[in-house]
């Protein structure tokens, strides 16, 4: 079975290959002046360099990303989204086009690690009332046979400002038996690398801007891939998380399968937020990773409340901050760890005897969660678990 760094290497090698230099990733954690909580995706450092900064290391590049999205928590469990998870990437910085991208792209997917063309599918940008068909990337697929899906939405990479473009997008089938329907209509179709056409900047009244220097911006979800290279059928099951799913259930028997993902994501992902020098706090990124953490003791303590993140290997610990090339310790890491624990524990037994005053009712109305949050500091989500709601 293909390991995660044998991946790695198979991706950088690859476009090391073809005149590509390595920066290193960043910290989950933006330079001072960003406004952007976390890093979310691995173009999100180069960004200046994607607007035409020149950069340091040439107009190619590759590197390797380990990125922070809450986005999807709620969907984190299933057998693809993780909290903090690892992207691959590989820019033009102005070099070659779109189409140079993606022939890349399907020569590395096939070659490289193996996977049928008979199981892939790409999407395209179709095309709105504002920009037409994103055709340089419809008429690559058209030469290479792969089966092509034109979308709108879906094939438009934008914020609400800044760095825009068409992009396309790579799926690999997860299914069994014969690949069948479109990645829009069957989700066994699993999206794993996404290349972006930087070809605007969009301003805040909403206007297009080309870019003097286009580039192209790709980024490839680590996990999901090993998940496709090793057969596995989700990203839990791939050797990363592999001494989370064995280890938790010895710990804390009872728990469903859901719950041990949860519990190895939410529980890694704050080592590697605390590993980047975030403490739990009320506000800004303290306050994510405090949520993560208090998801997480939730989570734990459902069916039985006497659980404790203290029973946790310092292996477990230490091995993700190794994975991640932080020189946080442990031991620290674990100390933290467990005053979040004490400090959520007495907010509970709090929140409990506030709840139990005879002025609330069976329903608590939005009065209620405004005085129990203004008066007691409260929030919703603790209410809401106090009450099993």
């Not at 999807?72 to 691959?88: A, I, R």
């Not at 910085?93 to 590395?108: F, I, T, V």
């Not at 340089?136 to 760095?163: A, F, I, K, M, Y």
């Amino acid at each position: 079975m293909i390991t995660t760094d044998q991946t790695v290497r198979t991706f950088l090698d690859f476009f090391r290959d073809r005149g590509h230099r390595f920066t290193p990733g960043d910290s989950l954690v933006p330079p001072p002046g960003d406004p952007v909580l976390f890093t979310t995706s691995g173009m999100h450092p180069l960004t200046p360099y994607l607007r035409g900064r020149p950069h340091p290391l040439g107009r190619r590049l590759t590197n390797l990303q380990r990125c922070l999205r809450t986005t999807d928590l709620d969907e984190v469990g299933d057998d693809t989204h993780l909290t903090v998870f690892e992207m691959l990437g590989s820019w033009s910085l102005g070099d070659y086009d779109g189409s140079r991208s993606l022939r890349w792209g399907l020569e590395l997917l096939r070659d490289g690690f193996g996977i049928d063309p008979g199981r892939m599918h790409v999407t395209v940008f179709g095309g709105d009332d504002e920009v037409g068909p994103d055709h340089e990337s419809w008429d690559t697929w058209g030469e290479l046979g792969l089966p092509v899906e034109p979308t709108t939405r879906e094939n438009w990479w934008s914020g609400p400002t800044g760095l825009c473009g068409p992009d396309s997008e790579f799926f690999v089938w997860t299914g069994a038996g014969t690949p069948c329907g479109t990645p829009t209509t069957d989700d066994r179709w699993l999206e794993v690398w996404n290349h972006v056409m930087m070809r605007y900047v969009r301003h805040s009244d909403g206007s297009l801007e080309p870019l003097e220097r286009p580039g192209v911006d790709t980024g490839l979800g680590l996990e999901r891939l090993v998940r496709v290279l090793g057969h596995s059928d989700s990203v839990y099951g791939i050797d990363l998380f592999r001494p989370w799913v064995r280890t938790l259930p010895r710990l804390w028997d009872t728990l469903d399968e859901r719950s041990v993902r949860v519990l190895s994501d939410h529980v890694r992902s704050s080592i590697v937020i605390l590993g980047d020098g975030v403490v739990p706090s009320p506000t800004r990124r303290g306050h994510i990773l405090r949520r993560l953490l208090r998801r997480t003791l939730t989570t734990l303590w459902r069916d039985d409340p006497t659980r404790t993140l203290s029973d946790l290997p310092v292996e477990l610990i230490g091995g993700t901050l190794d994975h991640f090339g932080q020189s946080m310790r442990p031991d620290d890491v674990r100390t933290l760890l467990l005053k979040e624990e004490r400090g959520f524990e007495l907010l509970l037994r709090r929140g409990r005897k506030v709840l139990s005053h005879s002025r609330f009712g069976e329903q608590l109305t939005e009065d209620d969660y405004r005085y129990l949050h203004d008066t007691h500091g409260l929030p919703r989500e603790l209410v809401t678990y106090l009450n099993g709601e």
